[in-house]
């Protein structure tokens, strides 16, 4: 049976118009509602039109959230650097104070009480006084602790996926943008089966209106650091979240337009082999499967096992879907060419050409027989000015605590001369004013690549390396500058984040404190390093004259036994004892504690929650994740 001439040239203009209708096609819709003897169809024309201005307000809702967090951000960043100044003038002046006191101590046993009230700081850094023995704190307070409590703690993972999930804050913010999708999704469009080309035309709108932020969200270089404080590392959640929600509009779409076919064009006498054939559909169904197979290749049962095939996966078939959805529909060509561009910029401008430097490393494999520690003594350099901060500077500018590379080792085949791999740089950052550094980093050898390298290490000393970087946040040094108190727990070669952050942490109070008012600030023996390790043969990652100098310099280090001998350690029972024993062993108004964790995915809940549990009783702690894995 073949299609009707009316009703072909109908749904041809009906087709047409959704392929090359934009905010502004009113003379458009004109002709083609005077042109179609079926008024049915002026609905889906409106509808459509409608789809094309109304998506335009996304972009707006984008830059909206984003005012938000920079506001939040920055406003969170000034408090935090008030604090700072205020705790180090507070321990000054205690310190300036311990000579009256001792002075006067004759007056003190002889009985002059001390008053019930104490000045100490609060977490803007003005002055407050505690709570005498027996009050009980405000309402509002305790719902601020609870609030705080919640938002910290991390579920389990759910059951059967084994899938882990983030901080209840982090899932909270995700169900915010995902109800922002469906809002656009949903909001004036007809559910209905004569409309269904209105909702399978949105869906395809916010589909492409979601590829910068797609692309954006993965990019190693973004402005959104410089703005919000997020690195692409804290982003990626965001990122595969994103993911997810368009690979589901892409579905929508697909199944949308295969119902079109069915209730509109099919009774027309149009075969489903010929709607598939046409040269758009073609083009559609090409982006749908790219898209898809990078979510399913992005995995983490995927990635995990076939790390190589991953990375290799998600360049082409990026390219390819970009691509494919750039002929499929002329009002998408805005937003491809603006993901493209993003693309294209991170990885040739920056991590090919302004960050990625060439060095010679020495090999030495650990007395696990598993692991490679990889030194090198990369060449210092004044750092850039403003210009500089913005373009990216690479390593030989130096780096900062708990910053990692993407190393990359040509020697070992030719596939791994175009692959790069991160690893977090375990040595204490440079010094202003040093013309040199060692950079090391701790690589535990698993398949693939760590593989590869295990073995080349073994018959080899030394290799030619390329390191694109460094990256990375510096959230968690920023949080324990800020607190009184720091413990930092580190799981198996989460030591390579730990270690230099705990030298970063303990300098910079002394030379902040030396700046600002010329005495020591907090003393280091209010840091505490534990790290939890697998094997006793795990130690020999580290120097053990680097632990003893940190024992010196005033800091705690906790090793407990290896867990393959004695089991994992009570970590949320130290956290608790240590809590109890410390300044903020009193709840409500006590100093603020700082807890980093950098360990598997199970180390990192209990830490996670065991501040969570503290902090609904009332004790002030704040916690950080520097989860390591990709």
């Known amino acids: 049976m073949e299609p009707s001439d009316d009703g072909s ?54 830059l909206f959230l984003l005012a938000v967090f920079t506001i939040r951000h920055w406003t969170n960043w000034f408090r935090a650097r008030n604090r700072r100044r205020a705790i180090i003038r507070a321990n000054a002046a205690s310190k300036t104070n311990e000579g009256s006191v001792v002075s006067s101590s004759s007056s003190t046993i002889q009985g002059t009480a001390p008053s019930s009230r104490t000045s100490v700081l609060h977490e803007d850094g003005e002055q407050m006084s505690l709570l005498a023995p027996g009050r009980t704190p405000s309402t509002r307070w305790q719902l601020g602790y609870r609030i705080r409590a919640f938002l910290a703690y991390q579920p389990r993972p759910i059951p059967l996926a084994n899938k882990t999930l983030p901080s209840n804050e982090t899932t909270l913010v995700v169900l915010v943008f995902a109800g922002l999708q469906a809002f656009y999704v949903f909001y004036r469009t007809p559910l209905s089966i004569p409309m269904l080309f209105v909702f399978a035309d949105r869906t395809s709108l916010l589909f492409v209106a979601n590829l910068p932020l797609l692309y954006l969200f993965a990019a190693k270089n973004q402005p959104i650091k410089y703005l919000t404080g997020y690195s692409y590392e804290s982003l990626n959640i965001f990122h595969r979240r994103l993911g997810e929600v368009m690979c589901l509009l892409a579905l929508l779409h697909s199944v949308g337009m295969v119902g079109v076919w069915y209730t509109i064009l099919r009774p027309t006498g149009l075969s489903l082999a010929r709607f598939l054939l046409s040269k758009i559909i073609l083009l559609g169904l090409g982006a749908f499967v790219a898209y898809e197979l990078i979510y399913f290749t992005s995995l983490g049962s995927f990635r995990q096992k076939w790390y190589e095939l991953f990375l290799a996966l998600h360049v082409v078939l990026q390219v390819v879907a970009l691509v494919l959805v750039w002929f499929h529909h002329h009002n998408s060509q805005p937003y491809v ?131 694109d970087g460094p990256y990375g946040s510096q959230n968690a040094f920023q949080l324990l500058q800020q607190c009184e108190s720091s413990v930092i727990v580190a799981g198996g070669s989460g030591i390579a984040v730990a270690l230099p952050l705990v030298w970063a942490v303990h300098g910079s109070h002394s030379s902040l404190s030396d700046m600002e008012t010329g005495a020591k600030g907090r003393p280091s023996s209010n840091i505490v390093l534990i790290w939890v390790i697998r094997h006793q043969s795990h130690t020999s990652w580290v120097d053990p004259l680097e632990l003893k100098s940190l024992q010196d310099a005033g800091v705690e280090v906790i090793l407990p036994p290896p867990t393959e001998k004695h089991g994992h350690p009570d970590i949320p029972g130290m956290i608790e004892s240590w809590t109890c024993g410390s300044d ?40 950080e994740v520097e989860k390591f894995g990709w």
């Open 9 to 62: 040239e109908g749904l041809r203009a009906l087709l047409a118009f959704s392929l090359k209708a934009s905010s502004s096609s009113g003379r458009q819709e004109a002709a083609i509602t005077t042109n179609s003897n079926n008024p049915d169809r002026r609905p889906i024309l409106e509808g459509i039109l409608f789809s094309r201005k109304f998506i335009l307000s996304y972009q707006l809702a984008l």
């Open 337 to 467: 060419g603006a993901a493209l561009a993003i693309f294209l910029v991170d990885r040739l401008v920056y991590r090919m050409a302004l960050k990625v430097r060439s060095v010679r490393a020495l090999l030495e494999v650990t007395e696990d027989g598993a692991t490679v520690l990889l030194r090198t003594t990369v060449s210092l350099t004044q750092k850039g000015g403003v210009f500089s901060y913005f373009t990216g500077q690479g390593i030989n500018k130096g780096w900062r605590a708990t910053d990692h590379v993407f190393l990359t080792v040509p020697a070992l085949s030719r596939k791994h001369t175009i692959q790069a791999h991160p690893f977090t740089i375990a040595s204490e950052p440079p010094q202003d004013g040093c013309s040199e550094a060692q950079l090391k980093l701790i690589i535990r050898a698993q398949d693939g690549f760590s593989g590869d390298l295990l073995r080349y290490a073994k018959g080899h000393s030394c290799v030619n390396i390329r390191l």
């Open 584 to 623: 903020v062993a009193s709840p409500y108004g006590k100093s603020r504690a700082g807890m980093v964790c950098s360990g598997p995915d199970s180390m990192n809940r209990e830490v996670r929650n065991a501040c969570s549990s503290l902090l609904a009783r009332g004790h002030n702690i704040d916690v």
